[in-house]
Protein backbone atom coordinates (compact mmCIF):
# COMPACT_ATOMS: atom_id res chain seq x y z
CA UNK A 1 0.00 0.00 0.00
CA UNK A 2 1.12 3.59 -0.88
CA UNK A 3 2.46 6.06 1.79
CA UNK A 4 2.67 10.06 1.54
CA UNK A 5 5.94 11.70 1.05
CA UNK A 6 6.07 14.89 2.58
CA UNK A 7 9.08 16.50 3.33
CA UNK A 8 11.34 13.42 4.38
CA UNK A 9 11.46 9.76 3.19
CA UNK A 10 9.75 8.31 6.13
CA UNK A 11 6.97 7.51 4.32
CA UNK A 12 6.83 5.36 1.05
CA UNK A 13 4.39 5.58 -2.04
CA UNK A 14 3.91 1.41 -2.40
CA UNK A 15 2.67 -0.04 -5.86
CA UNK A 16 -0.77 -0.24 -5.07
CA UNK A 17 -1.19 3.32 -5.23
CA UNK A 18 -2.91 5.40 -8.55
CA UNK A 19 -1.74 7.74 -9.98
CA UNK A 20 -4.86 9.92 -10.76
CA UNK A 21 -5.44 13.08 -12.44
CA UNK A 22 -2.75 13.96 -11.85
CA UNK A 23 -3.41 14.48 -7.88
CA UNK A 24 -3.03 12.92 -4.81
CA UNK A 25 -5.13 12.71 -1.57
CA UNK A 26 -2.72 11.86 1.55
CA UNK A 27 -5.08 10.88 3.82
CA UNK A 28 -6.81 8.22 1.35
CA UNK A 29 -2.99 7.19 0.34
CA UNK A 30 -2.21 6.59 3.98
CA UNK A 31 -1.10 3.63 6.08
CA UNK A 32 -1.08 3.31 9.80
CA UNK A 33 2.24 0.82 9.69
CA UNK A 34 4.57 2.33 11.62
CA UNK A 35 8.07 3.40 9.83
CA UNK A 36 9.94 4.85 12.98
CA UNK A 37 11.11 3.66 16.29
CA UNK A 38 10.67 7.33 17.93
CA UNK A 39 7.37 7.74 19.71
CA UNK A 40 6.82 11.46 20.95
CA UNK A 41 3.69 11.49 23.54
CA UNK A 42 2.08 15.09 24.58
CA UNK A 43 -0.18 13.91 27.58
CA UNK A 44 -2.60 16.71 28.65
CA UNK A 45 -1.92 17.21 32.09
CA UNK A 46 1.77 17.82 33.66
CA UNK A 47 0.08 14.72 36.36
CA UNK A 48 -0.13 12.51 33.50
CA UNK A 49 3.23 13.25 32.00
CA UNK A 50 5.16 12.67 34.95
CA UNK A 51 3.42 9.58 35.69
CA UNK A 52 3.54 8.46 32.62
CA UNK A 53 7.98 8.99 32.38
CA UNK A 54 7.83 7.09 35.77
CA UNK A 55 6.05 4.14 34.91
CA UNK A 56 8.10 3.62 31.60
CA UNK A 57 11.12 4.13 33.15
CA UNK A 58 10.19 1.11 35.63
CA UNK A 59 8.81 -1.04 32.93
CA UNK A 60 12.62 -0.41 31.55
CA UNK A 61 12.28 1.93 28.82
CA UNK A 62 15.65 3.94 28.65
CA UNK A 63 16.46 7.29 26.96
CA UNK A 64 13.54 8.81 27.42
CA UNK A 65 13.95 12.54 27.12
CA UNK A 66 11.43 14.59 28.95
CA UNK A 67 10.45 18.15 28.53
CA UNK A 68 7.44 20.54 29.75
CA UNK A 69 5.07 19.34 27.79
CA UNK A 70 6.05 15.69 26.37
CA UNK A 71 7.84 12.46 26.12
CA UNK A 72 10.31 11.54 23.57
CA UNK A 73 10.76 7.42 23.70
CA UNK A 74 13.12 6.09 21.24
CA UNK A 75 14.09 2.78 19.90
CA UNK A 76 10.44 1.16 21.01
CA UNK A 77 9.02 -2.00 20.10
CA UNK A 78 5.53 -1.06 19.26
CA UNK A 79 3.40 -4.38 20.79
CA UNK A 80 5.39 -3.90 23.77
CA UNK A 81 5.25 0.43 24.43
CA UNK A 82 1.13 -0.19 23.15
CA UNK A 83 1.00 -2.71 26.05
CA UNK A 84 2.42 -0.58 28.77
CA UNK A 85 0.39 2.85 27.66
CA UNK A 86 -2.57 0.49 28.01
CA UNK A 87 -1.54 -0.76 31.49
CA UNK A 88 -0.42 2.42 32.86
CA UNK A 89 -3.21 5.21 31.35
CA UNK A 90 -6.47 5.63 32.50
CA UNK A 91 -9.41 4.91 29.37
CA UNK A 92 -9.57 8.98 29.31
CA UNK A 93 -5.82 9.54 29.38
CA UNK A 94 -5.59 7.23 26.64
CA UNK A 95 -8.12 9.25 24.52
CA UNK A 96 -6.66 12.65 25.66
CA UNK A 97 -3.10 11.84 25.48
CA UNK A 98 -1.73 12.96 21.34
CA UNK A 99 1.11 10.60 19.79
CA UNK A 100 3.19 10.26 17.01
CA UNK A 101 6.20 8.03 15.30
CA UNK A 102 8.72 9.37 13.84
CA UNK A 103 12.63 7.97 12.76
CA UNK A 104 14.24 10.63 14.29
CA UNK A 105 14.17 12.72 17.13
CA UNK A 106 12.35 15.88 15.46
CA UNK A 107 8.98 16.11 15.07
CA UNK A 108 8.41 18.54 11.29
CA UNK A 109 5.12 20.21 10.26
CA UNK A 110 5.18 16.67 7.79
CA UNK A 111 4.25 14.55 10.85
CA UNK A 112 1.04 16.66 11.79
CA UNK A 113 -1.51 14.57 9.81
CA UNK A 114 -0.03 11.42 11.43
CA UNK A 115 -0.73 12.86 15.20
CA UNK A 116 -3.10 10.41 16.74
CA UNK A 117 -4.63 9.36 20.29
CA UNK A 118 -2.86 6.86 22.51
CA UNK A 119 -5.96 4.86 22.16
CA UNK A 120 -5.95 4.92 18.32
CA UNK A 121 -2.44 4.03 18.43
CA UNK A 122 -2.58 1.10 20.84
CA UNK A 123 -5.71 -0.16 18.54
CA UNK A 124 -3.22 0.21 15.36
CA UNK A 125 -0.61 -1.93 16.91
CA UNK A 126 -3.21 -4.56 17.94
CA UNK A 127 -3.95 -4.33 14.54
CA UNK A 128 -1.33 -4.51 12.36
CA UNK A 129 -2.62 -7.28 10.84
CA UNK A 130 -4.72 -5.81 9.12
CA UNK A 131 -1.97 -3.80 7.27
CA UNK A 132 -0.43 -7.12 6.22
CA UNK A 133 -4.12 -7.27 4.69
CA UNK A 134 -4.25 -4.34 2.64
CA UNK A 135 -0.48 -3.82 1.63
CA UNK A 136 -1.09 -8.10 0.26
CA UNK A 137 -4.26 -7.12 -1.59
CA UNK A 138 -6.01 -9.48 0.45
CA UNK A 139 -9.34 -8.12 0.93
CA UNK A 140 -12.28 -10.55 -1.43
CA UNK A 141 -16.25 -10.12 -1.61
CA UNK A 142 -19.12 -12.06 -1.25
CA UNK A 143 -21.87 -10.32 -3.31
CA UNK A 144 -25.56 -10.34 -2.73
CA UNK A 145 -28.53 -9.89 -4.94
CA UNK A 146 -30.92 -7.51 -5.03
CA UNK A 147 -33.96 -8.08 -6.53
CA UNK A 148 -37.35 -6.83 -7.77
CA UNK A 149 -40.80 -7.86 -7.06
CA UNK A 150 -40.66 -10.52 -9.59
CA UNK A 151 -37.87 -12.05 -8.20
CA UNK A 152 -35.18 -10.86 -11.03
CA UNK A 153 -31.63 -9.24 -10.06
CA UNK A 154 -31.38 -6.15 -10.17
CA UNK A 155 -28.04 -5.37 -8.61
CA UNK A 156 -25.64 -7.16 -5.92
CA UNK A 157 -24.22 -5.14 -2.77
CA UNK A 158 -20.75 -5.84 -2.40
CA UNK A 159 -19.34 -7.03 1.34
CA UNK A 160 -16.43 -6.81 2.07
CA UNK A 161 -14.82 -10.26 3.46
CA UNK A 162 -10.83 -11.49 4.78
CA UNK A 163 -8.68 -14.41 6.02
CA UNK A 164 -5.72 -14.34 7.64
CA UNK A 165 -2.77 -16.57 5.96
CA UNK A 166 -4.25 -19.47 7.85
CA UNK A 167 -7.21 -19.07 5.72
CA UNK A 168 -9.10 -18.18 9.07
CA UNK A 169 -11.41 -15.94 8.16
CA UNK A 170 -12.46 -12.59 9.95
CA UNK A 171 -15.58 -10.72 10.11
CA UNK A 172 -16.03 -7.38 8.77
CA UNK A 173 -16.36 -5.83 11.49
CA UNK A 174 -12.81 -7.13 13.13
CA UNK A 175 -11.61 -5.66 9.44
CA UNK A 176 -12.85 -2.09 10.68
CA UNK A 177 -12.59 -2.19 14.27
CA UNK A 178 -9.01 -3.17 13.55
CA UNK A 179 -8.45 0.34 11.50
CA UNK A 180 -7.78 2.55 14.56
CA UNK A 181 -6.52 5.14 12.89
CA UNK A 182 -8.72 7.47 10.57
CA UNK A 183 -5.59 7.20 8.18
CA UNK A 184 -5.50 2.96 7.80
CA UNK A 185 -9.23 3.46 8.32
CA UNK A 186 -9.28 5.72 4.64
CA UNK A 187 -6.77 3.05 3.00
CA UNK A 188 -9.36 0.35 4.15
CA UNK A 189 -12.25 1.82 2.91
CA UNK A 190 -10.48 2.76 -0.39
CA UNK A 191 -9.22 -0.21 -1.13
CA UNK A 192 -12.17 -2.17 -0.68
CA UNK A 193 -13.94 0.14 -2.87
CA UNK A 194 -11.54 -0.68 -5.63
CA UNK A 195 -10.90 -4.41 -5.13
CA UNK A 196 -14.74 -4.47 -5.84
CA UNK A 197 -15.00 -2.27 -8.64
CA UNK A 198 -11.91 -5.06 -10.39
CA UNK A 199 -15.03 -7.29 -9.94
CA UNK A 200 -17.73 -5.58 -12.11
CA UNK A 201 -17.02 -7.26 -15.35
CA UNK A 202 -18.10 -10.17 -14.05
CA UNK A 203 -21.44 -9.25 -13.36
CA UNK A 204 -24.70 -9.66 -15.34
CA UNK A 205 -25.68 -7.92 -17.70
CA UNK A 206 -28.02 -4.67 -17.28
CA UNK A 207 -27.39 -4.99 -13.14
CA UNK A 208 -25.73 -2.69 -11.05
CA UNK A 209 -22.63 -2.88 -7.93
CA UNK A 210 -23.69 -1.37 -4.81
CA UNK A 211 -20.35 -0.59 -3.02
CA UNK A 212 -20.46 0.61 0.72
CA UNK A 213 -18.26 3.34 1.61
CA UNK A 214 -17.82 5.04 5.30
CA UNK A 215 -18.78 9.12 4.80
CA UNK A 216 -16.08 9.75 7.32
CA UNK A 217 -13.22 8.88 5.20
CA UNK A 218 -13.53 11.23 2.81
CA UNK A 219 -12.26 14.71 3.37
CA UNK A 220 -12.83 16.00 -0.02
CA UNK A 221 -14.65 13.90 -2.89
CA UNK A 222 -12.95 15.68 -5.83
CA UNK A 223 -9.73 14.66 -4.47
CA UNK A 224 -10.35 11.19 -1.88
CA UNK A 225 -12.67 9.51 -4.61
CA UNK A 226 -10.79 9.99 -7.43
CA UNK A 227 -8.99 6.42 -7.63
CA UNK A 228 -12.74 4.62 -7.10
CA UNK A 229 -13.72 6.62 -10.18
CA UNK A 230 -10.52 6.41 -11.96
CA UNK A 231 -10.47 2.63 -11.59
CA UNK A 232 -14.11 2.33 -13.37
CA UNK A 233 -13.21 4.48 -16.08
CA UNK A 234 -10.26 2.43 -17.02
CA UNK A 235 -12.13 -0.90 -17.15
CA UNK A 236 -14.17 0.91 -19.78
CA UNK A 237 -17.43 0.41 -17.06
CA UNK A 238 -20.62 2.48 -16.97
CA UNK A 239 -20.97 4.91 -14.25
CA UNK A 240 -24.44 3.80 -13.96
CA UNK A 241 -23.86 0.10 -12.97
CA UNK A 242 -22.31 1.44 -9.92
CA UNK A 243 -24.03 2.84 -7.19
CA UNK A 244 -22.35 3.75 -3.80
CA UNK A 245 -23.65 2.97 -0.48
CA UNK A 246 -23.22 5.26 2.27
CA UNK A 247 -22.88 3.55 5.19
CA UNK A 248 -23.62 5.10 9.04
CA UNK A 249 -25.64 7.95 7.39
CA UNK A 250 -27.76 8.43 10.33
CA UNK A 251 -24.59 8.99 12.56
CA UNK A 252 -23.55 11.41 9.91
CA UNK A 253 -22.78 15.01 11.80
CA UNK A 254 -21.78 16.96 8.88
CA UNK A 255 -24.84 16.60 5.98
CA UNK A 256 -23.34 19.11 3.73
CA UNK A 257 -20.26 17.13 3.91
CA UNK A 258 -22.72 13.90 2.96
CA UNK A 259 -24.58 16.39 0.32
CA UNK A 260 -20.93 17.15 -1.14
CA UNK A 261 -20.16 13.31 -1.67
CA UNK A 262 -23.88 12.81 -3.20
CA UNK A 263 -23.28 15.61 -5.46
CA UNK A 264 -19.81 14.08 -6.80
CA UNK A 265 -21.02 10.83 -7.41
CA UNK A 266 -24.26 12.03 -8.97
CA UNK A 267 -22.05 14.21 -11.41
CA UNK A 268 -20.38 11.75 -12.71
CA UNK A 269 -22.80 9.66 -13.36
CA UNK A 270 -23.04 7.09 -10.57
CA UNK A 271 -25.81 6.35 -8.60
CA UNK A 272 -26.32 7.24 -4.40
CA UNK A 273 -27.63 4.74 -1.73
CA UNK A 274 -27.91 5.22 1.77
CA UNK A 275 -27.63 2.54 4.42
CA UNK A 276 -29.80 1.32 7.36
CA UNK A 277 -32.63 4.07 7.50
CA UNK A 278 -34.68 3.10 10.97
CA UNK A 279 -31.26 2.29 13.24
CA UNK A 280 -32.02 5.12 15.76
CA UNK A 281 -34.83 6.93 14.20
CA UNK A 282 -33.57 8.77 11.26
CA UNK A 283 -34.46 11.99 10.32
CA UNK A 284 -36.09 11.59 7.18
CA UNK A 285 -36.44 15.26 6.24
CA UNK A 286 -32.68 15.34 6.28
CA UNK A 287 -31.82 11.39 4.34
CA UNK A 288 -34.50 12.16 1.72
CA UNK A 289 -33.28 16.12 1.20
CA UNK A 290 -30.02 14.02 -0.09
CA UNK A 291 -32.21 13.20 -2.96
CA UNK A 292 -30.24 9.75 -2.91
CA UNK A 293 -31.53 7.11 -5.57
CA UNK A 294 -31.78 4.28 -3.02
CA UNK A 295 -32.72 4.09 0.58
CA UNK A 296 -32.36 0.81 2.12
CA UNK A 297 -34.29 -0.17 5.44
CA UNK A 298 -32.20 -1.93 8.16
CA UNK A 299 -33.20 -5.60 8.30
CA UNK A 300 -34.38 -5.16 12.00
CA UNK A 301 -37.40 -2.84 10.54
CA UNK A 302 -37.87 -5.12 8.05
CA UNK A 303 -38.24 -8.04 11.04
CA UNK A 304 -40.99 -6.67 12.39
CA UNK A 305 -42.94 -5.07 10.03
CA UNK A 306 -45.57 -8.43 10.01
CA UNK A 307 -46.16 -8.59 13.78
CA UNK A 308 -45.48 -4.37 14.52
CA UNK A 309 -48.09 -1.49 12.93
CA UNK A 310 -45.74 0.91 13.92
CA UNK A 311 -43.23 -0.31 11.85
CA UNK A 312 -45.02 -1.12 8.85
CA UNK A 313 -46.25 2.77 8.85
CA UNK A 314 -43.03 4.01 9.42
CA UNK A 315 -42.19 1.70 5.84
CA UNK A 316 -45.42 2.99 4.07
CA UNK A 317 -44.69 6.81 5.42
CA UNK A 318 -41.20 6.33 3.76
CA UNK A 319 -41.96 4.58 0.50
CA UNK A 320 -44.75 7.60 -0.09
CA UNK A 321 -42.02 10.82 0.80
CA UNK A 322 -39.36 8.37 -1.27
CA UNK A 323 -41.12 7.65 -3.99
CA UNK A 324 -42.46 11.55 -4.17
CA UNK A 325 -38.18 12.49 -4.40
CA UNK A 326 -37.57 10.38 -7.39
CA UNK A 327 -35.83 7.98 -4.68
CA UNK A 328 -36.66 3.80 -4.84
CA UNK A 329 -36.62 1.88 -1.53
CA UNK A 330 -34.87 -1.45 -1.11
CA UNK A 331 -35.87 -3.57 2.02
CA UNK A 332 -32.61 -5.88 3.48
CA UNK A 333 -32.79 -8.90 6.05
CA UNK A 334 -35.87 -10.49 3.83
CA UNK A 335 -35.56 -13.72 5.35
CA UNK A 336 -39.22 -15.23 5.08
CA UNK A 337 -41.68 -15.32 2.29
CA UNK A 338 -43.76 -13.47 4.99
CA UNK A 339 -41.14 -10.81 4.91
CA UNK A 340 -41.59 -10.52 0.96
CA UNK A 341 -45.09 -9.85 0.81
CA UNK A 342 -45.32 -7.71 3.32
CA UNK A 343 -42.91 -5.16 1.65
CA UNK A 344 -44.49 -5.31 -1.67
CA UNK A 345 -48.03 -4.79 0.28
CA UNK A 346 -46.45 -1.45 1.49
CA UNK A 347 -45.12 -0.45 -2.09
CA UNK A 348 -40.95 -1.44 -1.46
CA UNK A 349 -39.15 -1.40 -4.91
CA UNK A 350 -36.14 -3.54 -4.28
CA UNK A 351 -35.29 -6.76 -2.04
CA UNK A 352 -32.07 -8.16 -0.53
CA UNK A 353 -31.93 -10.84 2.00
CA UNK A 354 -31.37 -14.39 2.72
CA UNK A 355 -34.98 -15.74 1.48
CA UNK A 356 -33.42 -15.15 -2.19
CA UNK A 357 -29.75 -15.77 -2.20
CA UNK A 358 -27.05 -15.79 1.01
CA UNK A 359 -23.89 -13.59 -0.48
CA UNK A 360 -21.69 -15.99 -2.58
CA UNK A 361 -18.04 -15.11 -3.86
CA UNK A 362 -20.01 -15.54 -7.39
CA UNK A 363 -22.65 -13.40 -8.89
CA UNK A 364 -26.46 -14.59 -8.67
CA UNK A 365 -28.10 -15.06 -11.94
CA UNK A 366 -32.22 -14.66 -12.19
CA UNK A 367 -32.03 -18.91 -12.26
CA UNK A 368 -30.25 -18.77 -9.03
CA UNK A 369 -32.63 -17.11 -6.99
CA UNK A 370 -34.47 -18.89 -4.32
CA UNK A 371 -37.91 -18.14 -2.76
CA UNK A 372 -39.34 -19.13 -5.93
CA UNK A 373 -41.76 -21.11 -4.46
Known amino acids: M ?28 ATAAFHGNTVHIWPPLAHTLGKLARALADAGFTGIARSQTDLRIPNVTHAELAGQLAHILTEPERRDCRLVVTQGETVTAAH ?14 KGAW ?13 FQPILDGGRHVQGHEALVRAAHRDGAPISPGDLFEAAGTPALLA ?32 YDPVYCLQSTAKAVADRGLDPRSVVFEIVESDKAQDNEHIQNIVDYYRRNGYGVALDDFGTG ?56 RTDFSVCIGLGVDLYQGFYFAKPSPHFTRDADVAGQA
Open 130 to 142: LGDILAENRLNFA
Open 187 to 218: TLDRQARLTAVSHMPDMPANTRLFINFLPSTI
Open 2 to 29: SRVRPETDEYERGPTAPETLGMSCPQCE
Open 281 to 336: YNNLNTLLNLRPDYIKVDKAIIGRLAHDATSRDMVRDLVRQAHARGTAVIAEGIET
Open 112 to 125: IPHVLSVEAYITAV
